[in-house]
């Protein structure tokens, strides 16, 4: 039969020491500190990159945005101003060509007065539109308001109106 190690009991009294080394307490504080510090620093950076790159990628988004409108309207005034009114008439959006057919609408602009330059302002979303600062062969300058609609198949901007 074996019998289990020896384990002295501890001497009791003031100014005991333990058989056995503390552990220590010094600068404890000081490293759950850093700790706590770096493990902030590293979430701040991580949720402000992750910010920032959302921030860019709306910015990238609208300025997208932005330029397929003026494209679009674009496109529209110069087929107007060329005399190409069955281009321009495509390039309405459906809700404008249903509610005017390819001749009305050619017998329509021509009795218009032409725009012969033009301003385009930045998008608006609500309603979604496009201001234009449009120059008239007679001279007269006129703030004008481009409505859009997005085609359903395609996804690109389409002029339904231009107008006061």
Known sequence: MTTAPHVPVPPLGPG???????????????????????GAGVLVLICGGGLAAL????????????EQAHAAVDDYLTALKDGRYDQAYRQLCERAQRS?????????????ERISSWELGALVTVPLSVPV????????????RATLDQNTSTGEFEVCEVGE
């Open 133 to 144: 600062e449009a120059t008239y062969d007679d001279g007269d300058v006129r703030n004008l």
């Open 16 to 38: 005991v020491q333990p058989p056995f080394p503390a552990p220590p307490v010094e600068g404890k504080g000081r490293r759950v500190g850093w700790g706590l510090g770096i």
């Open 55 to 66: 921030i860019g990628l709306g910015t990238s988004i609208s300025g997208a945005l932005d």
């Open 100 to 112: 005017e057919t390819s001749a009305e609408f050619r017998s329509r602009v021509e009795g218009e």
